[in-house]
């Protein structure tokens, strides 16, 4: 166990739709990062936070947006949903800059 | 520009060694990683290289050549378990700010 909590584990919606994926990081880390993996893919970097603040973005869509809360939790909002949004959505925590990265178990999108 | 690439697959024998090659192109090395992921799993963290040389972590060791660029993850006595992608990762450090560069992964298949 990563100490890495995330919800809901699957989540199945139309095209067109809005969903919210929700990230507990491990006790301790101030870092989130949010990744997207398509089926047999690589992990694409979408953003990550520090203590509440933005610190870097990647490859984000404009329909995505991110947060991270007072209490570090982090929700990614992925809106005008498409087919090609279908795909695992990983959050992962770190202590520092330096730190490993502890990833979540993952939220399997489906847009059908 | 920042690049890694590892091979996409390599094949190995049950109870063998074998050798996951990584080489990047990045401005401001400041380390190379190697994360495990399982289908369907969460990547999980192997191991990280600074300094050049060899870090041994049981059966698992990872190797770094900062003249080179180049690094490898070496995995010996191969058990079907150890069957997953591996991806290779490099924080990056540009000023104040550290971004993690991830390889496309290399899925490692081990035959009986």
């Known amino acids: 166990d990563s100490g890495v909590t995330q919800t809901p584990k699957h989540l199945i919606t139309a095209t067109g739709q809005r969903v919210t994926l929700r990230c507990s990081p491990r006790s301790g880390d101030l870092s989130v990062y949010w990744y997207q993996q398509s089926l047999d893919q690589g992990l694409q970097f979408l953003i990550q936070?520090?203590?509440?603040?933005?610190?870097a973005k990647g490859n984000i869509l404009e329909r995505f947006s991110a947060q991270q809360f007072p209490d570090l939790h982090s929700e990614l909002n992925l809106s005008s949903l498409e087919l090609g949004d279908s795909a695992l959505y990983f959050c992962?925590?770190?202590?520092?800059?330096?730190?490993?990265?502890?990833f979540g178990n993952g939220t399997r999108l489906t847009v059908t | 520009g920042q690049s890694l690439e590892q091979p996409s697959e390599v094949t190995a024998v049950e109870g063998a060694i074998v050798q996951i090659n990584c080489t990047y192109q990045?401005?401001?090395?400041?380390?190379l990683s190697w994360y495990q992921q399982h289908d369907g799993g969460a990547p999980t963290f192997l191991s990280y290289?600074?300094l050049d040389g060899l870090e041994e972590t049981g059966r698992f060791s990872s190797f770094l050549s900062r003249s080179d660029s180049y690094g490898y993850l070496l995995l010996q006595e191969l058990q079907m378990k150890d069957s997953a992608s591996y991806f290779c990762a490099v924080r990056d450090r540009t000023g104040s700010n550290y971004q993690l560069i991830w390889g496309a992964g290399t899925k490692l298949i081990i035959k009986p």
């Open positions: 992962a925590s770190s202590a520092g800059a330096n730190s490993p990265l502890h």
């Open positions: 990045t401005s401001g090395f400041y380390g």
């Open positions: 936070y520090y203590n509440g603040e933005e610190r």
């Open positions: 290289n600074a």
